[in-house]
């Protein structure tokens, strides 16, 4: 998530949201490239929002306002990245999974990258996810953890579509798949599957509990020779060494 929320609130006070997330990035020297969360969604929780679904920001419309395409690629240090938005919308909720469009969109995209090209994913809303077992399962709103969409019930808080995402990107190397949402670091592995399924923590506050505390952060990796390193987490407050070049 870039900003607080825009889910659950009027024009003015997403608007605001975005203007501070637009003067924070503005100071950000490197490159920033961005997806969108289910925050940046305007207005989709309608009976708390009071915002009409024919407003010209609603929903995704916000997020294209200030940052552009919600979903992209380029090539960097001999990778290729692919953004994508794993936050679709049904009527007022939102949920993990990657529309069709996107889906025809990555083919083409991906029909023009070498075979031998690495890729890496980033997106919001992860593939795949445990925190969801360590938290329990919740029925209450505002986010339980089950939906049904089109009367097909999936988890809400990963990719209901997953498998038909991965099997596009299959035939490339495919070494990292970079998600957040979960407010956790998480790093899962799979046995006889070369992708790496990393998760980003959140940097507001700590999340969890007691028994089990997950530390804010940000991941920092670095990439050499189309590799990319296993990333190495900083705990909030905590400066990074200087890279060696």
Do not use: C
């Amino acid at each position: 998530d870039l900003v607080r929320d825009a889910l659950r609130v009027g024009e003015a006070e997403a608007r605001g949201y975005y203007d501070l997330f637009e003067r924070h990035a503005a100071q950000i020297r490197p490159p920033l490239f961005t997806v969108p969360g289910n925050h940046e969604n305007f207005g989709i929780e309608r009976d708390r929002s009071k915002v009409s679904a024919d407003h010209p920001l609603y929903g995704r419309a916000m997020y294209h306002h200030y940052r552009g395409p919600d979903y992209y690629s380029f090539n960097a240090g001999g990778i290729h990245f692919v953004a994508l938005n794993t936050v679709d919308i049904d009527d007022t909720r939102y949920y993990g999974h990657v529309d069709s469009l996107q889906l025809a969109w990555l083919d083409r995209d991906l029909a023009a990258v070498p075979a031998a090209t690495p890729v890496v994913t980033f997106n919001h809303i992860p593939f795949f996810t445990a925190v969801e077992t360590i938290n329990g399962l919740q029925e209450a709103p505002p986010a339980p953890s089950v939906i049904v969409v089109n009367g097909k019930g999936s988890f809400r808080h990963s990719v209901s579509n997953a498998r038909e995402v991965i099997a596009r990107i299959a035939p490339h190397p495919y070494p990292l798949a970079l998600a957040g949402h979960m407010h956790t670091r998480e790093s899962l592995r799979y046995a006889g599957v070369a992708t790496r399924f990393d998760h980003a923590a959140a940097i507001v506050a700590p999340s969890g509990g007691p028994a089990l505390s997950f530390p804010s952060g940000i991941t920092l990796y670095s990439i050499q020779n189309a590799t990319v390193s296993e990333g190495r987490f900083l705990p909030l407050g905590i400066d990074p060494a200087p890279a060696k070049r």
